[in-house]
């Protein structure tokens, strides 16, 4: 008897055997309908055997669907990335298999082509009709379509179908996506860019795994170097794919553009704003390998590739890489062992690349190539600190007087001015100035953040928010109410105030929802419609805007703080890249950052343009320290609804994770967010040294904690939030 094990997309510790019935021809990686329980569900082979004796009666698989099946390497990612993240392989599959209708054919419509009849009676309705079906061979109309264009019937349509002069086809809905063209466009590139190319390329050749770390400043090239590496991937094999991740949709808009342009061709498209149909179409694509280049965010990582043969992560450092809800993983450390199963070269692109690629890059495991100056003569940003504490702005006010002068000069050469604060909203805080009250997230430690455009107290975290009261809701004191500290709605009343002939935009995700929104404000900002951008990091990536010389940074320590090991390093990052949007199109670009703390490591390399020495202090300090790169971490996360019930379950979890050589053990402690929704949370933090399998630890120890049902546990490899 042939038996196959079957991997559900669901929670459950372990594939389970299937009998496969004579006739129905299976192979590892097809995908296929079994019954469960009452119910059928949809999974996927992961292995074949033969045995006549099955310790128990098995059930029959009730079909094979009609998808193109994982590949081995899919396979072995999957299992690979469960072991890692110490989760079920099902709960991995379960990301594989995110556009479930694409596991079957269609959905088809039908549409009208010309028949085999001739006709005699042909009046003119009937000729029009005739000659339209005749023009859109190349792709046919529906019906409707049809009777719509011409201003007749669908009863003219149905009296020809019924003749036989038209005739009725089954048309998939979802197209093939227009094939990229490599020949056309490409550009020529300078010689370091060539340089990298060339290595990229030999790699590509070569067809074994290949890491690049891709290391150049803002506006070095480094895109057209890597669509030169997809533009020799697509020629060098007719079946080859590219994978691009980028950290936000925001950036995807240029970048489609540009791919666009260079390839004659859209790219497929993988992220959350795409609707249903798109993701089946895409999904469908990609798994029978006719999408040759695709653009994702971090969840693209786990699509059902064919042929992966370049994989590119494009501002590798970006924290967004990393998702911290539901299955919790790191994109970019995926896509390294994603492109090793794959034999695939991997470029990991950044201006300023995160320790751990860069530690690997220096030790020789990853190829290094730079980029070290501006494309053509274009010029990095000028750089300088405003110390808030010698030139504050005036009370409740942001913009310090300096930078106010700089904003001005700008304005009056006619250029343009960005003023960068990560902070949504107009003010983060609310209080009650009579007696003192703080206006937070019911049954969460989170403050509300006041909107004044939708005149609204929203909480961040979930999402939570009330009109802004009129009383204070605790000593009902008639508009007592007081706003605290910046938000970009406020910075942007302040620049309007300072400035009234300008025009100020906020370009925040509350101000710009989706792709199209982002796209517009965009194209207006290189339009030169908007003289003052007031934006948070949604405008700090990756865009160019080529009349745009002055960046104000408004709060430069608001990074620096919580209780990160990586806030130094992200601090540099972001400030690096905001301030890289200034002076992209050869004329001088200035950037001012307003901060407390001028003297902090952060600032001064920012100062003075001196990565590499920053990058030296905050290594030696994370190897003395153990901390990543030189050392592993996992967080365990509990959450239960009282806090009796969460230390009770503390206790337990702390009494299993017994020590071993090699590994530290820090917890329970209340994290600082302690209570979210009405979920009472206590934190573990683990250490291991870089040697040991911290993931075989987690799933060792997770096996010995019994819990009560009403308790959460989650284990998070690599944790990059420590709220
Ligand atoms: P990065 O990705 O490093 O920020 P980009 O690839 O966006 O840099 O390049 C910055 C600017 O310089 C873009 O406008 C780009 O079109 C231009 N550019 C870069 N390399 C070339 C080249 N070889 N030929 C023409 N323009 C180039
Ligand atoms: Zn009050």
Known sequence: ????????????????????????????????????????????????????????????????????????????????????????QGVVLHQVMRANDALFAGPFATKITIGSEKIDK?????????????????????????????????????????????????????????????????????????????????????????????????????????????????????????????????????????????????????????????????????????????????????LPFKNLRLLVVDEEHDASYKQDDGLRYQARDLAVVRAKFANATLVLASATPSLETRNNALSGRYGHLVLSSRFGVANLPNIELIDLKTYPPMPNHWISSLLVEEIATTLHAKEQVLLFLNRRGFAPVVLCSKCGHKMTSPETDSWLVEHRYSNRLVCHLTGYSIPKPLNCPSCHSYDSLVSVGPGVERVA??????????????????????????????????????????????????????????????????????????????????????????????KNGRAMIQTYYPENEAMQALLNDDRESFLGIETDMRAAAKMPPFGRLAALQLMAKTDAAVDVAAKIVGDALFP????????????????????????????????????????KWRKAIKLAPSVRLIIDIEPYSFM
């Open 1 to 88: 008897m042939k038996i196959a094990q079957i991997l559900l997309p669901l929670p459950l510790p372990e594939a389970f055997d299937y009998e496969v019935r004579q006739g129905l021809d299976l192979a590892v990686g097809d995908f296929v309908k079994i019954p469960l329980a009452k119910a059928e569900k949809l999974g996927v082979v992961v292995s074949l055997r033969n045995d006549n004796e099955p310790p128990k009666p098995l059930k029959q698989i009730i079909e094979r669907l009609d998808a193109a099946p994982l590949t081995k390497d899919s396979l072995a990612f999957i299992e690979w990335a469960a072991k890692y993240l110490v989760v079920p």
């Open 122 to 302: 042909i009046t003119p309705v009937r000729e029009a009709v005739l000659q339209i079906v005749a023009a859109c061979d190349y792709a046919p109309l529906s019906k409707t379509e049809l009777a719509q264009i011409v201003g007749a019937s669908v009863a003219v349509v149905n009296g020809l179908v019924k003749l036989g002069a038209l005739a009725e086809i089954k048309m998939p809905v979802d197209l093939p996506f227009t094939q990229p063209s490599f020949e056309q466009n490409s550009r020529d590139l300078n010689l370091a860019q060539t340089a990298s190319l060339e290595v990229i390329s030999k790699a590509i050749d070569a067809e074994k795994f290949a890491p690049f770390l891709l290391d150049g400043v803002t506006g070095s090239g480094k895109t057209e170097v890597y669509l030169e590496a997809i533009a020799h991937a697509l020629a060098q094999n007719p079946t080859s794919q590219i994978l691009v991740l980028l950290p936000e949709i925001a950036l995807t808009q240029a970048v489609i553009a540009r791919i666009s342009q260079r390839f004659g061709a859209e790219p497929t498209l993988w992220h959350s704003e795409i609707n249903a149909n798109q993701k089946r179409r895409a999904w469908r694509e990609i798994a029978s390998g006719r999408a040759r280049i695709v653009i994702g965010a971090r969840s693209a990582i786990f």
């Open 493 to 586: 009343a302040e620049a309007k105030q300072l400035f009234p002939k300008a025009r100020v935009e906020i370009f925040s995700s509350d101000t710009s929802t989706g792709p199209q929104a982002i796209k517009q404000m965009v194209e207006r900002m290189e339009n030169g419609e908007i003289d003052i951008m007031v934006g948070t990091q949604i405008a700090a990536k990756g865009h160019n805007f080529p009349n745009l010389t002055l960046v104000g940074v408004i709060d430069g320590d608001l990074s620096l703080k919580g209780g990160d090991p990586r806030a130094g390093e992200r601090t540099y990052q972001l400030l690096t890249q905001v301030a890289g949007r200034a002076g992209r199109a050869g």
């Open 660 to 699: 071993a050589h090699g590994i530290e053990v820090w917890g329970p402690a209340p994290p600082p967010m302690a209570l979210i929704r009405g979920w009472r949370r206590r934190r573990f933090l683990i250490r291991a040294d870089k040697n040991v399998d911290i993931s075989a630890f987690m799933a």
